[in-house]
């Protein structure tokens, strides 16, 4: 059956990796191989994902501080890090299971669908293109020079913006700190995935509700919906 359009969400914003999509391996084969040219012992899958979440120059400083590396090698890693993974951005990435039936169920129903990360902007819309999930998207934000990232509210509201929507009418879905915080900052109610990076344990997030599925999002509309009307 579906939905009207102006159900409640009319809105909803996904993170990227770790919510929609499992890149870890593609992220690790870039980082050991830019690590490897210093001499740096590689990294397990398992340490890569603890290691995810915040950017690019989070993680590689997350890496170098864990080999005991001067960080001032820092960007200079960085620059080696994007260059080794823009070669292979989704070769070993895979899609959730239920994560394309999902959009393609929301965006049939009329609802607007979004992308905030704090990935690379210019590489998110690669990998959305590369993965053929773009067309799902109505608004996407990663990670742009001399913006703000997540928990910062601004981008996941610039986000809501563009898909039309107001605060009252969007939902966000992560599986992260910086995910729920954002959220929180923005007003928004938040759904949490269990099967992400998170670096801490699901329930321990503070989102208002868990799913172990995307299959099971749409459960979780009614009990989410503001008891406020959407000006």
């Avoid at 729920?180 to 699901?202: E, I, Q």
Wanted: hydrophobic residues 45%; aromatic residues 6%.
């Amino acid at each position: 059956m579906t939905s009207n359009p102006g159900d409640w969400p009319r809105a909803i914003v996904f993170d990227l990796d770790g919510t929609l999509i499992d890149s870890a391996p593609d992220i690790a084969h870039a980082l050991n191989a830019a690590t490897a040219k210093r001499g740096l012992a590689p990294f397990s899958l398992p340490e890569v994902k603890e290691m995810i979440g915040g950017g690019v120059p989070q993680l590689v400083d997350r890496a170098l501080v864990a080999r005991g590396f001067p960080r001032s090698e820092l960007m200079a890693l960085v620059h080696d890090f994007l260059a080794l993974y823009r070669e292979n951005l989704t070769t070993r990435t895979v899609i959730y299971d239920g994560a394309r039936e999902l959009l393609a169920r929301l965006h049939g129903e009329g609802r607007r669908l979004g992308i905030c990360t704090n990935k690379n902007h210019e590489l998110t819309l690669a990998i959305l293109d590369q993965l053929d999930l773009a067309k799902y998207f109505g608004a996407v934000f990663g990670e742009r020079d001399g913006k703000p990232r997540k928990p910062d509210p601004a981008p996941l509201l610039e986000t809501v913006a563009t898909l039309g929507s107001t605060p009252q009418g969007a939902l966000m879905v992560g599986d992260s700190e910086a995910d729920v915080a954002c959220a929180r900052n923005a007003k928004l109610p938040v759904v949490a995935v269990t099967f992400g990076y998170s670096k801490v344990a699901p329930e321990a997030l503070g989102a208002d509700a868990m799913i172990d599925a995307l299959g099971d999002l749409p459960q979780c509309f009614n009990a989410l919906k503001p008891r406020r009307k959407e000006a």
